[in-house]
């Protein structure tokens, strides 16, 4: 019970200070697009901002949205896309699965993505946007072919002659030697600006950094879940090979779904899927965590969403990439630059955190 009040407590005082540190953060914008330079992708000639937005969520009905989109959420991802701009974000990160012609109601990421480019350009035509898709490496795709056929799609969908960053989705069962060849042969005909992996491990991610180094192509990223409590590519020797390769490190889930966002409470655990993996359980052993991270940030006027986004950044070679449903949590998103937490905070953090024992990843990590 104590626990129950303490926790409610803190929620309540939680949205408050969200509020108002959002609202210092949003005077901050104009000067942070001037202040923050952009990063180059490993070794290719791409450069992105150093944080980039994920649009999983945009139309997708099978994970996100309560398994229904509609013309409000359409809306909100539109906001959401312009405000990250706004702030001076303009890296996207989609992929051809996110928003399935499968799932019932969902309309394809990359189609709203393209879609809300081409509206922005219209009113701003210099406006310089790094699109960021991928292949699935599907069990029934063949071949290098596979994956210029599927990129071929994907800048259909986009409305685009090229993307900045194409990537295997997850590794394949069987077929990677191909799709890597493919990766080569889209740089090759102008498809796109640099290519990497996803949930490639180490083993893996050296194989395919070798293969594309022969053709002169660089392995541009590997992006794989990694948080404050998914520390997993610390462990398993996927960071450190990016570092050692110069392949920059993408962060997805990077605020954990939302729930280092400090949102979610024992009492008030998130619904759906995410419900099943986050648990009261597993969110009351995460209180600590939230509560020294809430803790750090009004000592710098910051929310724990930018917390935990700069302790990433802190990391070094990483870009998280965390996906945005709303104007105000882009505009939150773009408050984690700018700034840097002391290694002390950095180190302490990384202890406090991993006293809690993370939950599942995505299986394909161990593909
Ligand atoms: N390569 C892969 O296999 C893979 C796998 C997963 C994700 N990704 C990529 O990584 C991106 C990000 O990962 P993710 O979407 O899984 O997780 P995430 O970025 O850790 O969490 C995103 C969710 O957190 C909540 N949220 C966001 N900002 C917030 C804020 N400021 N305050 C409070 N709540 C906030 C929102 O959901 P609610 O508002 O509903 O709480 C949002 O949908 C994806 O969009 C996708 O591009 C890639």
């Not at 290098?144 to 295997?168: F, N």
């Not at 069987?174 to 889209?186: H, M, S």
Request: glycine residues 8%; positive net charge.
């Amino acid at each position: 019970m104590a626990l129950q009040v303490s926790t409610a407590g803190f929620s309540l005082f939680h949205q408050r200070r969200v509020q108002r540190i959002r609202a210092v953060a949003s005077e901050e914008f104009a000067s942070l697009k001037t202040q923050e330079d952009k990063v180059k992708l490993g070794g290719s000639d791409l450069k992105v901002t150093k944080l980039g937005i994920g649009a999983w969520s945009w139309g997708d009905t099978s994970y996100w949205n309560n398994f229904e989109w509609d013309d409000r959420k359409l809306k909100a991802a539109n906001s959401a896309f312009n405000a990250s701009i706004d702030c001076g974000i303009t890296l996207f990160d989609t992929a051809e699965v996110y928003g399935s012609r499968l799932s019932f109601g969902a309309i394809n990421s990359e189609t709203l993505l393209g879609r809300f480019i081409k509206e922005r350009k219209a009113k701003v035509p210099e406006l310089e946007v790094a699109v960021a898709t991928k292949f699935a490496a599907l069990p029934w795709r063949l071949g290098r072919g596979s994956v210029v056929a599927a990129l071929k799609d994907s800048l259909c969908r986009l409305g685009l002659s090229s993307v900045d960053l194409y990537q295997l989705h997850w590794p394949g069962i069987w077929g990677n030697e191909g799709y890597i060849d493919g990766l080569g042969d889209a740089v090759e005909q102008g498809l796109v600006k640099s290519v990497g992996v996803s949930n490639y491990n180490e083993k893996r991610l050296r194989d395919a950094y070798k293969q594309l180094k022969i053709r002169g192509i660089p392995l541009a990223s590997n992006q794989v879940n990694y948080s404050l409590i998914y520390r997993a590519p610390e462990e398993n020797g996927v960071k450190a090979a990016c570092d050692e390769l110069g392949i920059t490190l993408i962060a997805y889930s990077p605020i954990a779904q939302g729930v280092l966002t400090g949102k979610y409470t024992p009492q008030n655990p998130p619904s759906g899927p995410r419900g099943r993996i986050y648990t009261p359980d597993f969110l009351t052993k995460l209180q600590p965590v939230l509560n020294r991270i809430m803790e750090i940030g009004q000592s710098y006027g910051r929310t724990p969403t930018q917390v935990v986004l700069n302790w990433l950044i802190a990391q070094e070679n990483v870009i998280p990439i965390p996906g945005a449903k709303t104007a105000e949590q882009a505009k939150d998103f773009a408050g984690a630059l700018g700034w840097r937490l002391t290694n002390e905070e950095i180190v302490e953090l990384r202890s406090l955190a991993s006293e809690v024992k993370p939950v599942i990843g995505f299986p394909v990590e161990n593909l």
